[in-house]
């Protein structure tokens, strides 16, 4: 009997341990969940393609469709923008003319999302060729580009038609045409593709893209990642 009180002590600490082993282990719990929830939610946000340049991981090399030729334009300054002073860094190309009031619009709208995009100043070029340069000179371009708040990484080229179509039917391989060329087409004046094409620093074609097709978009930043 008289052992009766220590035991009793010794019952009541040992339940003390026990409720605080539990809480423990219940701490514990709730700070892993915490930690793995917060961590999922990271990895969800840095996987959004709009936060800029997705990531391009481990991916077959991009294709090469073929080598632009030599060629000679006019940027909006009235310089003269060759092959050559284009070589060294990748770029992404467009066809529009500034009458258009259908697909350019459009297009140039697509093309200026894609330079909000990208860190600035951006590790490309943005090339839009005129397809109707006759009319579009280098004023006529200038205006076109500041009405799009185009950066100065973002050039307008003109030059000879004949040429320009060349370069796009040869150099390109996109169609091009007058609405007298294609008769069915004539509720456009000029009939041109609505596809970016991904050019790398060395001039060769590793792309194209359907400029209406928002995952299309998506791709191109991936495959640009990859050549940088």
Known sequence: MSRQPQTRHSLHWVRVFGWLTVAA???????????????????????????????????????????????????????????????GKPFIADFVFTRCQGT????????AQL?????????????????????????????????????PDWWFLSGDRERTY???????????????ESPSSAAEPIVHSTRFVLVDSESRIRGYYEAFEPEKLDQLLLDLEQLL
């Not at 090469?64 to 050559?84: A, K, R």
């Not at 350019?104 to 093309?111: D, I, N, Y």
């Open 25 to 87: 282990m219940v701490a514990a719990l709730g700070v892993t969940y915490w930690l793995s929830d917060g961590s999922a939610e990271s990895s969800r946000v840095s996987l959004q393609p709009a936060d800029g340049l997705i990531t391009a991981g481990d991916l077959p090399e991009l294709p090469i469709y073929g080598e632009l030729p030599s060629f000679e334009l006019v940027n909006t300054q009235g310089d003269l923008v060759s092959l050559e002073t284009l070589k």
């Open 166 to 180: 060349d370069l796009i039917r040869r150099g390109f391989k996109l169609g091009v045409s007058q609405a007298e």
């Open 104 to 111: 350019c619009p459009v297009l140039s709208r697509k093309m």
């Open 115 to 151: 330079q909000s995009r990208l860190p600035q100043p951006p590790p490309v070029r943005f090339l839009s060729f005129s397809v109707d340069p006759d009319h579009d000179t280098p004023e006529v371009l200038a205006e076109y580009a500041e009405s799009l708040g185009a950066g």
